[in-house]
């Protein structure tokens, strides 16, 4: 079946620009995850979702990171008034459950490459 | 806190050789534990998982890793090294009870012919 989708692939934007990225998670995956993957700072978690709630968001790093979900599926990332620093890979991923037992593990869509200009 | 060091940035290793890549966490608690390889420009690809019971997990392309609780310990292995192994390779945990996995730097995987 289809893996998990991302989009765009490659965004340049200036700065102060707001951008959205999307990410398309496997099919019947309800919990689904945003991770940031830059040269400074590795991967880091942004923003838990379990169905359409945001349990954690602890991840996001300023005020300027939303993100939403809507019907359990789609999930969009909004960078408000973008900095050079929030250049980076934005990686989606979604596994069958959140936490729980089960430590299914989490399956990784290509990525949207953010350069801020 | 949960952290994962992996020692060794880069590796390189001639094709045919053994594979070690090495992984250690610091938790209170076992938590799960993850190998995810990054091929150039490619997201990350699950190698193997480690959860509960056998404690040598075998995963994809033939890698293993082995958790060992007394040492903290979740090395990558793969008995000889193929060209098309040359990648990042990232070891992650996350706790039983929660949901963020923590990831290590990644060690980059180079295979001489």
Known sequence: ?117 | AQSVTQLGSHVSVSEGALVLLRCNYSSSVPPYLFWYVQYPNQGLQLLLKYTTGATLVKGINGFEAEFKKSETSFHLTKPSAHMSDAAEYFCAVRPSWGNMLTFGGGTRLMVKP
Do not use: M
């Open chain 1, 1 to 117: 079946g289809a893996g998990v989708s991302q989009s765009p692939s490659n965004k340049v934007t200036e700065k102060g620009k707001d951008v959205e990225l999307r990410c398309d998670p496997i099919s019947g995956h309800t919990a689904l995850y945003w991770y940031r993957q830059s040269l400074g700072q590795g991967l880091e978690f942004l923003i838990y979702f379990q169905g359409n709630s945001a349990p954690d968001k602890s991840g996001l790093p300023s005020d300027r990171f939303s993100a939403e979900r809507t019907g359990g599926s789609v999930s969009t990332l909004t960078i408000q008034r973008t900095q050079q620093e929030d250049s980076a890979v934005y990686l989606c991923a979604s596994s069958l459950d959140g936490g729980g037992l089960a430590g299914t593990g989490q399956y990784f869509g290509p990525g949207t490459r953010l350069l801020v200009l």
